[in-house]
């Protein structure tokens, strides 16, 4: 979900490296967050919770606190406390964020609780939390329960279907695109340009299929967190052998919808979205390109006077050096046409990027400390946008056309 950079914050959703051997302990997840799991899941971690996904380059605990609570059977407990330092140059000012080069901020305080046995089974993601993009301005942890998902963002109760089967209702991580929501479920700190353009948790019906080599999943939500089940959402993911996954998704409104709100742009919420996702993933090396395509039609019963549309490209790649030593690293270009209104139209420009026929591009680097259930790490990242409209890229006015920004987080995954 993109938030146009003076205007919204775009929030976020699991990073796809997969690993088909792992499908089977994975048969009741959603397919995005199998591959997010089979991704970031390494030979070096242990990964004993089919949720939250937690990425590889971060500790993963082997040995959860688990209550042994009869009627319920075991109820487990995990969770993260981390926090944040970022500078960055040419800054994005937001109201009530204020215009600042350095800031420190809670990234999470998050506690999961979940069953994983059972005919009905649940799981609950309680918390604070940031949750920074590239491109984006930052918004600090003390807004973004009340601007975006709740200190609820994600639980859902699930309901196993025989062997292969699974339903959940909730509200749920989405099916699109390759990163996740969290900071800790992810290679880099921050999410990337093409998840601007995504959703992020939605609320709503999913139905899962995980065979040995074939995953699935058909959902039916409220796309952008807008409160209106009028999106569909589908993946499809084929393991063609223990290092090799391909996957397509494809997410749309069969709906117009008005609402706009930081959680819910209302460009985005009335598009359609497409990914094609490849992933190698041998030993400690992990390698996933992919493609994306989006499409906003016209719509004057929403407000949309022209159609436009962006496609993007991206890598993400993940190297674990030994048991503690880790980089992630992220490249991506993503490019957006139509949005101008002719001179003859009374209408507003529609907008994906920094303003209509603009792109960008990006690197990321996050090289990663672990030891034990203790972790920190640091983070370059640098954007480019290309063709952007006066005022609306980077710095106070939204004339600088570049960012750069450092960050570094540390703390406990338990």
């Known amino acids: 979900m993109f938030l146009y950079v003076n205007t919204f914050i775009r929030p976020a959703k699991p990073t796809s490296f997969a690993h088909a051997s792992k499908a089977r302990s994975l048969a009741f997840l959603p397919v995005h967050a199998s591959l997010a799991t089979l991704l970031l899941v390494g030979p070096a971690l242990a990964a004993p919770l089919p949720s939250p996904v937690v990425a590889n380059t971060l500790p993963a605990n082997p040995n959860p606190f688990a209550v042994d609570t009869g009627l319920l059977g075991k109820v487990y407990v995990s969770g993260q406390l981390t926090g944040l330092g970022l500078w960055q140059n040419h800054v994005v000012d937001t109201p009530g964020n204020g215009n600042e080069n350095v800031r420190a901020d809670l990234s999470n305080a998050q506690v999961e609780i979940q069953t994983t046995d059972g005919p009905l089974q649940f799981y609950i993601q309680a918390g604070s939390y940031s949750l920074p993009s590239l491109g984006s301005a930052y918004m600090k942890s003390s807004k973004a329960a009340d601007e975006l998902y709740g200190n609820l963002p994600v639980g859902y109760l699930k309901a196993p279907i025989g062997e292969h089967l699974s339903i959940i209702a909730g509200s749920l ?3 699109v695109g390759a990163e996740s929501t969290f900071t800790f479920q992810n290679i880099n700190i921050q999410r990337g340009l093409l998840w601007n353009q995504e959703p992020a948790i939605s609320r709503g019906v999913q139905l899962n299929f995980a065979g040995d080599r074939l995953s699935a999943s058909l959902s039916v939500n409220d796309g952008f967190y807008s409160g209106k089940y009028n999106w569909v959402s589908t993946s499809l993911a084929y393991g063609f052998d ?15 919808n008005s609402k706009s709100t930081t959680a819910t742009p209302m460009v985005q919420n009335n598009s359609q979205i ?11 090396f992990t390698l996933s390109p992919y493609l994306q395509y989006t499409r906003v039609d016209k719509d004057a ?7 436009a549309e ?6 993400l790649g993940k190297y674990n050096f030994d048991n503690h030593w880790a980089l992630g690293v992220r490249a991506e270009y993503i490019d957006s046409q139509g949005g101008s209104c002719s001179l003859d139209d009374d209408c507003a420009s529609t907008n994906l990027l920094y303003g209509p026929g603009s792109g960008a591009w990006s690197f990321t ?3 990663t400390y672990r030891d034990g259930p203790f972790f920190v790490r640091g983070e370059l990242a640098y954007v480019r946008a290309l063709g952007a409209d006066e ?3 980077f710095g106070g006015a939204g004339e ?10 540390t703390g406990l995954m338990f």
């Open 242 to 256: 223990a290092s090799n996954t391909i996957a397509f998704i494809g997410a749309g409104n069969f709906s117009s």
């Open 310 to 315: 962006s496609y993007g490209a991206a890598v």
């Open 365 to 367: 680097a996050t090289p």
């Open 391 to 393: 005022s609306s890229a």
């Open 301 to 307: 019963a929403s407000g949309i006077g022209a159609a």
């Open 274 to 284: 497409y990914n094609l996702i490849y992933t190698h993933s041998k030993g400690d």
């Open 173 to 175: 991580p989405t099916l």
């Open 400 to 409: 600088e056309h570049d960012q750069v920004r450092m960050l570094a987080e």
